[in-house]
């Protein structure tokens, strides 16, 4: 059994000081009165809902433009090069850093959107290279499993494409189901994946779907990130893949949209209503030039936005929270669109960092209280970006002043 005493702790929507948290078995067993000897300030541990770790491999390459200005699907072939280059081994590398990184950026939890899958030939070799990766970082990881067969609505993969392919849905299902049996249940869990509507048949979607909510896992899918996209999703099936999917598979908590920069109100609205969840990734949109999803409509209806830090190109999850508002900022040219009930802007966003990305990942985090997972992100108070706040601005204060380095440590299963 450990007991925290924190200077101050997050606890609905607040900062609180003198109050006790115990772990036990790395769940949180109580909380009660503290005397603040511990260091710091505890928020829930980051949760990255959405991570390409392998991507951390492309940090500073595809941003050259000899020939005027370039897209996303310039970025794609930079990343195609990558893929074809990395032997197991780098692959590993890349995996490591990217989570030790996250974890220096408070992160406790990585939802890792997993499609890298084989070595030269069809093996799954890179899907235990992920795990054991994060098991050396000493990161919580959600492998998000992904099926992948088609190089757009009517092509078939090109060389590119080739290590991430699944042939058939059931010797993808049998790895999925091998990898549940196998993983250590505490730290790593199994969801699936989707990759997106161009890269998977909606025949194919609707099975993904039912069997994941069959099992209780999440499932997870990539929606209209490019225009490209949506244009060739209406030629294909007459209507955006956000309608496509609205109508062939059943919406739930359990279901992720990651992207959505340019969903349809209608589209979105009916995504909410179901249930179903939203992922955005502000540093990787702004990075390939996405656009910028209307973060608005879904705090009207108080739909579930989580985060993710994607093509991990700058890890940094108080980059992301701000990003997320600072965006909407600068389309709107309005203040405080990302805001709970009471108006408060940290609130929400750490919620979208929190207990947010841990529904979206299907695991009980997210937020200290008991019967949580004991994963605490740890604020350095006494850190120079912070001098002068409050425990009533400090949390604004970390949104909008703050980087990786006021983080001091993180807290994994109470340890
Ligand atoms: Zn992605």
Redesign the pocket.
Known sequence: MTIYNPELVWIDGSFVAKKSITVEQGVITGIGNGDGSDKGAFLPGFVNT?S?AFQRGLRGRGELFPSGSDSFWGWREEMYKLVSELSVGQFRKLCVQSFLEMRQAGITTVGE?HYFHHDRDADFAMDQVVLDAANEAGIRIVILHAFYNKGGFDLALNAGQSRFETNSLASWWSQVDKLRTSVDGSMQQVGTVAHSVRAVGIETIKEIASGSMHRGMPMHI?VEEQRQEMESCLKAHGVTPMALLNDAIEVSPLVTA?HCTHTAAADMEQWLSAGGNVCL?PLTEANLADGICDVHRIVKQCGCVSLGS?SNARISMLEEMRWMEYAQRLVREERGVCVDSEGEMASYLIDAATKNGARCLGIPAGVIEVGKLADFTVIDMEHPQLKGVTPKTLGAAICCGADNAAISRTIIAGA
């Open positions: 959405h390409h959107f990539h990651v990734c994607d």
